[in-house]
């Protein structure tokens, strides 16, 4: 008898078109609309910011791979530039630019490679790099860049700070006429690049629709002067609430598995994110209500998993 090399399970067999690469360069795809904006509102210094930590990714990921004796075709996934793109995009765009180089190296290697790679990494590798750099070098990623038509196009304070919560109208807000970080600022072309990934199905809208409920509910409620009293639309166009909930949220690898888990992941991290706005020593918690979320995927998968079809349960 020949010998089979090919072990398949039982059916159903579900197959998809878009392979994990395709996949990876859709939500590249998805993204330009808010790095064009970010260059167009700070400048080409966005660009450069950009740049540095895409190729910082890429070169750790093919060093790396080859430390472990791995195939280097595995840098074309599209991963290693999803990760310096989203990566770049939590950074002030005249950040010095030995800090995307940094984040970039901590992000491959202590958040995707040391896990074992591609699928295998518990957290999101570049909020892992985006806030190993917030705590080395809070200064250096606080120092924001007003936009370029700006009077005082030097720095200034981002919306969610206390010294910066005034003066800005909801429409400067949405379209990105303040200073931030290069890929959260702009609320129109984040939005752009969502409903692209809702709309190819590449995404759900349960983890950002409950994660940016949460934070509008919780925000309207305990956010102001006495209850009921919060400016929720303020907490939904400042930060990177909208870049975390559509981008970062949703990555494959470290979000739940099930439609009610997903909802679950979205809540904790939108009670986490307000918690940490209101009551915090950063004015940000986006990126640490994911984090902390990610960790606790396995028992919210463990509790929310699908009946097998057939058993019952006791």
Sequence with gaps: MPSNNLT?????????????RKIM????????????????????????VMLISIISCVISEAVFLKLRNRDPKAILDGSAILTGLLLAYNMPPEIPFWIPIVGGVVSIVLGK?????????IFNPALVGRVFLQISWPV??????????AIDAVSSATPLAKEGARGFSY?????????????EVCILALIIGALF?????????????????????????????????????????????????????????????TRKGKIIFGIGCGVLTVLIRLRGSYPEGVSYAILFMNAVVPLIDRYTKTRVYGVSKK
Excluded at 140 to 149: F, H, S
């Design 197 to 257: 990934l809702i709309f190819t199905k590449i995404i759900s809208f349960h983890i950002p629709a409950s994660f940016i409920g949460t934070v509008m509910v919780l925000a309207w409620i305990f956010g102001g002067e006495g209850f009921f009293r919060g400016d929720f639309i303020f907490h939904l166009l400042t930060g990177g609430l909208v870049l975390g909930a559509f981008f970062m949220a949703t990555d494959y690898v470290t979000c739940p598995l």
């Design 25 to 48: 360069y859709l939500v590249i795809l998805s993204l330009l609309p808010a790095g064009i904006a970010g260059i167009y509102i700070f400048g080409l210094c966005s660009l450069k």
């Design 140 to 149: 250096y990623m606080t120092t924001w860049k007003n936009p370029k038509w």
């Design 8 to 20: 398949v399970t039982s059916s159903p067999h579900i197959k998809s078109p878009l392979s994990a």
């Design 113 to 121: 490679q040391i896990f074992g790679g591609l699928g295998h990494n």
């Design 171 to 183: 429409l400067d807000l949405f379209l990105g006429n303040h200073g931030g970080s290069i890929g």
